[in-house]
């Protein structure tokens, strides 16, 4: 058994295709075919069920695919850990982030593909706590977002950059001719909020709630919906008079909005960095790190 045979294996299980398989691995059908009945011959097994329209896995082949999957993980990451060592910046960097922090570091992303072109950069977009799941089983290498998360014990997070949340509608809004907007202001406004833990992380129309202003009696804001897209929301934030509270970053360079400062969340917060605790971190994302603006002090 040879890892190509499993790089040959995986790929003819994800495609569902012999042919589709061979385009992936860049060899022809005939030779893929070739080695996936030289591993079958050798494990005494069928691994597939080959049909006139698709390729499915047998038993033998469904108890396989995770195990020729890890090995083909390990493979990789000793490669990538010799490389480290040698002072060498290659291999794969997968890091995961919220919708809500694409803008914040598209210019470091950006900046990083430049210096280091034999890095193979993979950027996943989901929720914190999916990400954070996906980082805990090692199928992530670091994860941003706009909080601590929830404090795992598992994790090291570390503040990286400083943000605004300003409250954030069309540029014919009532409010958007206005230097700040307050707590009282929102109290009487349609606001519009991303789900909680998809593209911000935790509700901040809490936090304006929670500020003083409650206490001099100001209601608390209402929400009238949640959408779990950011560009879903800055569309229905300039078709409307809806507003929302978002980062202040969200809204660069997007025509017809506006970003306007909030009274009571004048002070900075800050997004962290997520790390597997204990494990091993590669020397592609420390590089990437180092490329940040402005990072935050710990």
């Given at each position: 058994?040879e890892l190509r045979q499993?790089?040959?294996?995986?790929?003819?299980a994800e495609?569902?295709?012999?042919?589709?398989?061979s385009?992936?691995?860049?060899?022809t059908?005939?030779?893929i075919s070739?080695q996936?009945?030289?591993?079958e011959?050798?494990f005494?097994?069928?691994?597939?069920?080959?049909?006139?329209h698709?390729?499915l896995?047998?038993?033998?082949?469904?108890?396989?695919?995770?195990l020729?999957?890890?090995l083909?993980?390990?493979?990789?990451l000793?490669?990538?850990?010799m490389?480290d060592?040698?002072?060498?910046?290659t291999?794969?960097?997968?890091?995961?982030l919220?919708?809500?922090?694409?803008?914040l570091?598209?210019?470091?992303i950006?900046?990083?593909?430049?210096?280091y072109?034999?890095?193979?950069?993979?950027?996943?977009?989901?929720?914190i706590?999916?990400?954070?799941r996906?980082?805990?089983?090692?199928?992530?290498?670091m994860?941003?977002?706009?909080?601590?998360?929830?404090?795992e014990d598992?994790?090291e997070s570390?503040?990286?950059?400083?943000?605004k949340l300003c409250a954030?509608?069309?540029?014919?809004?009532?409010?958007?001719s206005?230097?700040?907007?307050?707590?009282?202001d929102?109290?009487?406004?349609?606001?519009?909020?991303s789900e909680?833990?998809l593209?911000?992380?935790?509700d901040p129309?809490a936090?304006v709630a929670?500020?003083?202003?409650?206490?001099?009696g100001v209601?608390?804001?209402?929400v009238?919906a949640?959408?779990n897209?950011?560009g879903?929301?800055?569309k229905v934030?300039?078709?409307?008079?809806?507003l929302?509270?978002?980062?202040?970053?969200i809204?660069e360079?997007e025509?017809g909005?506006?970003?306007v400062?909030?009274?009571?969340?004048?002070?900075?917060?800050?997004?962290?960095?997520?790390?597997?605790?204990g494990g091993?971190?590669?020397?592609s994302?420390?590089a990437l790190?180092?490329?940040?603006?402005?990072q935050?002090?710990?």
């Amino acid at each position: 058994m040879e890892l190509r045979q499993l790089r040959y294996f995986v790929a003819v299980a994800e495609m569902g295709s012999f042919s589709e398989a061979s385009r992936r691995c860049n060899l022809t059908q005939s030779a893929i075919s070739q080695q996936i009945k030289t591993l079958e011959e050798e494990f005494g097994t069928q691994l597939f069920h080959r049909t006139s329209h698709r390729v499915l896995l047998s038993e033998s082949g469904e108890m396989l695919l995770p195990l020729a999957r890890q090995l083909m993980n390990d493979a990789n990451l000793c490669m990538e850990r010799m490389a480290d060592l040698n002072g060498l910046l290659t291999g794969e960097l997968t890091i995961g982030l919220t919708n809500s922090l694409e803008s914040l570091l598209r210019g470091p992303i950006v900046r990083f593909m430049s210096l280091y072109p034999k890095v193979r950069l993979k950027v996943v977009y989901e929720s914190i706590p999916d990400l954070l799941r996906e980082l805990r089983a090692g199928k992530l290498d670091m994860v941003f977002s706009l909080k601590v998360g929830g404090e795992e014990d598992w994790a090291e997070s570390e503040p990286v950059l400083s943000y605004k949340l300003c409250a954030v509608m069309s540029a014919t809004h009532p409010l958007a001719s206005r230097s700040v907007v307050t707590a009282a202001d929102l109290s009487l406004q349609r606001i519009i909020m991303s789900e909680q833990g998809l593209s911000v992380d935790y509700d901040p129309v809490a936090d304006v709630a929670s500020t003083d202003c409650v206490k001099s009696g100001v209601l608390p804001v209402p929400v009238r919906a949640y959408i779990n897209d950011i560009g879903a929301i800055l569309k229905v934030l300039r078709q409307t008079h809806c507003l929302s509270v978002l980062p202040e970053h969200i809204v660069e360079g997007e025509d017809g909005l506006r970003a306007v400062p909030i009274k009571e969340l004048s002070q900075p917060f800050t997004s962290y960095v997520h790390f597997l605790k204990g494990g091993y971190r590669k020397r592609s994302a420390t590089a990437l790190l180092q490329l940040l603006p402005v990072q935050a002090s710990k």
